[in-house]
Structure formats: structure tokens, C-alpha cells
């Protein structure tokens, strides 16, 4: 009797235990992890909300963190349902790559994220859930979506149209609506920003809001921010440009502390203005005679006879020096005139429009830099956004079928029923 007593002391004990936790703590405890709602027969805890809220929180997600957070649960039950229904499965090392890469945009590693979002009431596997359906989702697109995108050497072409054209990018004309977001008034100034993307229409409309709206300096001159280089945009604003049309409004855009609103005014392909950094090389091979018929034969004559600036020196051989001048340096250091001709060339191109003294001038561009390279994305990169692009509109799409879809049962619903 006393051994039976003994082997079911351990059972006995935790009975005790839960006897004396006050009742209103334990059915606090049984509501925290009953089924808030169901999403196709899964449930959703009210644990995994709050735990869901805090995480949103912590990452600073604007709006309504509840009903963001609610959206996101539903979201995450479609994505794995789907990711189930293909067969789809991630292991324990892809979800571990993809914590790491996540904690990496904060310069954390996986342990020192975890840590982190610890110390705000975030369990680790509130952080795993999250990573784990967004990448088996990517999963589920590219395996159903991924066969019908198609993107050809024409698409790469325009969308670098606004990146490069010709060595350099074209100028934009653009005015900006830059709203300052506050912590205590993110949603107002979201709705705020969205309100007026989807409404201004023309020039005048726009400008009147940058007077009253724009936390910018130009906000007194409209928005009006003049014509510039495209690649001297910030990166997100290039982007978002790129899509658009002349009198055509962006999306609003997250730049720090700003909600910023762009409306291209007008666009001059081939570029008015050099982008800072661009360099050109460019020969100039003087002819005697200015504008004469003589002159003009020669220059028809050596332009036979060359297809790069290196050709020149063959020509320029036996002549005095200062015949032929290959320079490189700044296109912003370029004089008015040459700039101007130069814009109308290509490599290897030439222009007989300009004179020196008693001399016709034979130009001929050898080689242009647009500017730092990281500045101009390759072509392979852009292959791969547009792509990208592609397939998350398809995942949008997709993801509203299945919300269509989905049947939502909410526990407040079946206890009113």
C-alpha cells in the first residue's frame, strides 16, 4: 500500500497544485489558449494573437497591431494549407537560414534576435512561425507561378530605360510630398498619405498639397524639386518611378521618419543632366579649314576610316600634336557645347557640328561611365526584380482567392449562436 502511495506521489502532487491556483487564473489560462477563431478547421489561439501582437510591435508595424495581427494568423493557416495541399515541406536547416536572415537586417545573429525579442514577451516559436510561412509560401508561388513568368531582354530594356539610356539615365522632372510620421499618429498619417496618392491629379492639384501637407524644404515651392538624374533619386523612389507615366503619381514610400509622395511631371530619355560620378572620354581631331567643303571631305573621309578613338592615332600620325586630344573626365566638368553633342552619341559615334578657332572639329565619343556602378543595377538584376515582381503579384492574387475561399469560424460567433 505505502509503495502504491509512493509510485503516484508525483501524479498526486500536480493535482494538489492545480487545486490551489485560484480559479480565475486557471480559466485565464484555459482562455489564453482556447481557439480564438478556426481558419479552415485550424485554430487560432488567443496566445498566438497577443504573441503575434507583440512581435508586430516590436517590429513597429503602422496601423491597427490587433487587426494586423489577425490578418497575418489567417494568412499564415492559408500559406501552410497551401503548402500542404502541393506536397510542400521545409526542413529544419531552411528555416533556420531563413531566422538567420531575418535577425541579419537588424545585424543580429539568430540567439541575439531571440534575445531581443524576448525581453518584449516574444517566445522563439512565435519568431519560427512567422519565418517558416512566409518561406513555404515563396515556395508554394514559385512552384505554382514560378513556370509562367517570363521575363524578356524588351521588359529588361524598359525597365533600365530609367536606370541607363545610352551610358546615361534620363532626367526626371519631379515634385515630392514628404509627410512627417509620428508615433502616436502612424495610421492617421498612412491613410493621410494614401488619400492623396490615389486623388491628386495634375500639377496644380499636387503643388497645393505639398504647400499645406510637405515636411520637405521644397514645400514652398510646391514640391517642385526640378530636374534631376533619375539615379540620383533615392532607390526606393527610382523604383517606384519606374513604373510610372508623366503626370503620374507614386505610391506613398517609407524614407526614415517621411511618408513620400512622387509625381512625375516629365522625362527626357537620354539624360539633360550627367549623374554625379559619371566620367566620358571623348576625342577631339582638329581639321583645317572651319566649315569649309574641304574640311567637311576630310572629316567624311577620316570618319571612313575609324570605328574607335584608338583608330584616330593612325590617322593623327606625322601631325603636330596638338591635332588630336583624348580626354577623359567628369561629365559634369564638360563645357555646354561639348556635353551637348556628346549626349547625341553613342560609342564610336562622331559629330562634325563644332569648330575651333580655324579648325573643324572631328568628335567622337570613346567611352562613357554613368557613375558608380552599384548605382546602375546589371542586367541580370533586373531580370531577377522584375521576376520577383511578377510573382508577388501573382502571390497577392492568389492569396485574396484563398481568403475568398477560406472558411473563418470566430469562438465569440458559435457562443452567440
Known amino acids: ?80 494549407d497551401a503548402a500542404d495541399a502541393m506536397g510542400i ?77 545610352r551610358g546615361f539615365p534620363p532626367s526626371v522632372l519631379v515634385s515630392e510630398i514628404a509627410i512627417k510620421v509620428y508615433a502616436h499618429k502612424e495610421e492617421e498619417t498612412q491613410a493621410l498619405a494614401e488619400r492623396l496618392a490615389a486623388t491628386l491629379r495634375g500639377e496644380a492639384a499636387f503643388a497645393a498639397a505639398a504647400k499645406e501637407y510637405s515636411a520637405a524644404p521644397t514645400a514652398e515651392e510646391g514640391g517642385d524639386l526640378g530636374w534631376m538624374s533619375s ?68 572629316a567624311a573621309r577620316v570618319r571612313a576610316r575609324v570605328d574607335a578613338c584608338d583608330d584616330l592615332y593612325g590617322i593623327a600620325k606625322g601631325l603636330p600634336e596638338d591635332r588630336l586630344t583624348i580626354t577623359s573626365m567628369p561629365a559634369a566638368r564638360l563645357s555646354p557645347e561639348v556635353a551637348r553633342e556628346l549626349e547625341l552619341l553613342d560609342e564610336g559615334e562622331s559629330s562634325t557640328a563644332l569648330t575651333r578657332g580655324d579648325a573643324l572639329v572631328f568628335l567622337m565619343l570613346c567611352n562613357r561611365q554613368a557613375g558608380p556602378a552599384e548605382e546602375i543595377p546589371s542586367r541580370e538584376a533586373t531580370r531577377t526584380a522584375l521576376a520577383n515582381e511578377r510573382l508577388n503579384g501573382y502571390s497577392e492574387s492568389y492569396m485574396s482567392e484563398l481568403m475568398a475561399e477560406a472558411l473563418i469560424r470566430y469562438a465569440r460567433d458559435e457562443e452567440g449562436g
Open 1 to 80: 500500500m505505502t509503495m502504491r502511495l509512493i509510485s503516484h506521489l508525483p501524479a498526486l502532487m500536480l493535482a494538489l497544485a492545480v487545486s490551489l491556483v485560484p480559479p480565475t487564473v486557471a480559466e485565464a489560462q484555459q482562455g489564453l489558449f482556447s481557439p480564438r477563431l478556426t481558419v479552415n478547421g485550424r485554430a487560432i489561439t488567443e496566445y498566438e494573437l497577443q504573441q503575434r501582437m507583440k512581435f508586430m510591435e516590436l517590429l513597429r508595424t503602422p496601423g491597427d497591431i490587433a487587426e494586423a495581427a489577425e490578418v497575418a494568423l489567417i494568412e499564415d493557416r492559408l500559406r501552410m
Open 89 to 165: 515541406k521545409l526542413t529544419d536547416q531552411q528555416i533556420l537560414e531563413g531566422m538567420k536572415e531575418f535577425a541579419s537586417r537588424a545585424d543580429l545573429s539568430v540567439e541575439e534576435f531571440v534575445e531581443a525579442i524576448g525581453q518584449g514577451g516574444v517566445e522563439p516559436e512565435t519568431f519560427r512561425d512567422f519565418v517558416e510561412a512566409g518561406l513555404v509560401w515563396r515556395e508554394v508561388i514559385r512552384a505554382k507561378f514560378g513556370p509562367r513568368v517570363q521575363v524578356t531582354d524588351a521588359d529588361v530594356d524598359r525597365a533600365l530605360s530609367l536606370s541607363s539610356k
Open 231 to 298: 539615379v540620383s533619386l533615392p532607390p526606393p523612389a527610382r523604383a517606384a518611378l519606374q513604373g510610372l507615366r508623366p503626370g503620374q503619381v507614386s505610391q506613398p514610400l517609407r524614407v526614415g521618419d517621411m511618408l513620400v509622395i512622387y509625381y512625375l511631371r516629365d522625362l527626357r530619355e537620354g539624360g539633360q543632366t550627367a549623374p554625379e560620378g559619371a566620367y566620358v572620354e571623348y576625342a577631339e581631331f582638329l581639321i583645317p579649314g572651319g566649315r569649309s567643303a574641304a574640311a567637311l571631305e576630310e
